[in-house]
């Protein structure tokens, strides 16, 4: 099933959000292998991290081995242009 996220039924939960990074901060961006964490909507830290690698994925579930890349995260989020 395809539905138009631009569709006011979409649920404004599962619509994706897009942030960019200026340039000057790539380097920041590059300091990690790539990773998503996925969550509740309700909840406000990931309840796991995935981690993409070449032939598979790695996941992570215990706190203090995700509080890096969380902290990773939180300080792209933070370096990410505001929509203007």
């Not at 509740?40 to 081995?65: F, G, H, K, M, W």
């Amino acid at each position: 099933m395809r539905r138009n996220i631009k569709d006011p039924g979409f649920p404004r939960c599962c619509r994706p959000r897009i942030q960019v990074l200026p340039h000057t901060e790539w380097a920041a961006a590059r300091v990690s292998p790539a990773f998503v964490g996925l969550s509740y909507a309700q909840e406000t830290s990931p309840e796991v991290i995935v981690i993409d690698a070449v032939a598979n994925c790695i996941i992570l579930e215990e706190r203090d081995v995700m509080a890096s890349y969380v902290h990773a995260f939180d300080t792209l989020r933070s370096a990410a242009l505001t929509r203007t």
